[in-house]
């Protein structure tokens, strides 16, 4: 007789007997991932969180079923289980015009408005960077010409020099794409580079501060600082608004790693930097404003005071936007993150 053909019926019985075990033991666990499937996208995170957790413990169960204590109907039931939480949990939601509508009107003014407390003053304090400097530059000689050669100097600050020349060097549609991408740029790397403790941020405002620093005191060492202010303010407002919103949420994500408040590091970390993304698409919006202003209205041949006019209802516009809207959804308890179907979890903590 074949040994290894014998099936000892005691073993057999045992094994069924320890299946039905283990059966009782995860019944309700099935039964509870099959509940949450049927229930689709109308998850809290909570619920999510359970969904895939479930998810892991099936599969592994259905690994121990197919190795142990085979059952073809058990089996079946299992596989088709585990398929569908795969499904639900890889699955790629897709956004809707109502997400664009919600995120326009309620997710990224109640992010910029909630992180006021930052950009605010980083606007401040960089203006007043970029005037020590425009004031250095524009009462020393010799720093001017340290910075250039004197007849690179007249042919910058010049009537029809460069710096006049640089808004209709190109045709306005190449110039405002162009100026668009490098500003959504630098606001994506000060969104980017706050989860380093907000250094390197303080690096990119000290370039963009230093660049505008040096045009006020050049063209105010010769007398034009009005004609300088006349081509940057109509989309130097809004574009630097933006920036400043920028460096502000960097800093601040930097200062959560020292600081996270009630929160644990990691769910505070977590809420404002999906925040710091939608800000960073609400942000390319604004700068694609701004550029199209740079590209269209700065080289223009309106007055000045028509393109500087422009330049500060974008402004305003904005600040409307933010503290109307922005205010109002952040009171209502909008932060700009995500929303919970989407999102892990996080433990309530003391307010």
């Given amino acids: 007789m074949n040994h290894a053909d014998h099936t000892d019926p005691g073993q057999e019985q045992q094994r069924i007997m320890d299946l039905d075990v283990y059966v009782n033991a995860h019944q ?74 919600h995120f326009l009107s309620v997710g990224f003014p109640a992010a910029v408005y909630r992180s006021r407390h930052w950009w605010i003053p980083t606007a ?13 530059i524009g009462t020393h000689p010799e720093v001017q010409s340290a910075i250039a050669a004197p007849d690179a100097l007249r042919e910058m600050t010049r009537p029809g020099g460069q710096y006049e ?122 700068l694609f404003v701004a550029g199209v202003i740079e590209g269209f209205v700065t080289p223009s041949d309106l007055p000045t005071w028509a393109r500087i006019s422009i330049g500060v209802l974008a402004e305003l516009a904005f600040l409307l936007y933010v503290y109307v809207l922005g205010g109002r959804a952040a009171r209502a308890g909008e932060t700009g993150d995500i929303d919970a179907p989407d999102r892990s979890a996080d433990l309530p903590t003391a307010a």
């Fill in 165 to 286: 020349t640089y808004y209709s060097s190109n045709p306005a549609t190449s110039f405002a794409a162009q100026v668009w991408t490098n500003n959504a740029r630098a606001a994506a790397l000060c969104l980017a580079l706050g989860a380093f403790l907000g250094v390197p941020v303080l690096w990119v405002l000290l370039l963009n501060m230093l660049n505008l620093g040096i045009g006020l005191g050049l063209m105010a060492s010769v007398g034009r600082l009005d004609t300088f202010l006349g081509l940057v303010l109509p989309h130097g407002l809004l574009e630097l608004t933006a920036v400043f919103v920028a460096a502000g949420t960097g800093l601040r994500l930097g200062w959560t790693l020292i600081d996270p408040g009630p929160q644990t590091r990691r769910a505070a970390l977590a809420q404002r930097g999906r925040a710091a993304i939608g800000m960073a698409i609400g942000l390319a919006l604004v």
């Fill in 124 to 136: 401040v304090l960089s203006t007043l960077v970029a005037a020590i400097i425009g004031w250095w």
């Fill in 28 to 101: 309700a666990e099935w039964d509870r991932l099959d509940h949450l499937l049927r229930r689709g996208r109308r998850l809290t995170g909570a619920e999510a969180d359970e969904l895939v957790s479930l998810y892991q413990r099936t599969a592994t169960h259905l690994s121990v079923i197919q190795s142990t204590a085979p059952d073809p109907a058990l089996t079946a039931r299992l596989t088709q289980l585990v398929a569908r939480a795969r499904a639900a949990v890889t699955g790629i939601r897709r956004a809707t015009w109502r997400d664009v509508t």
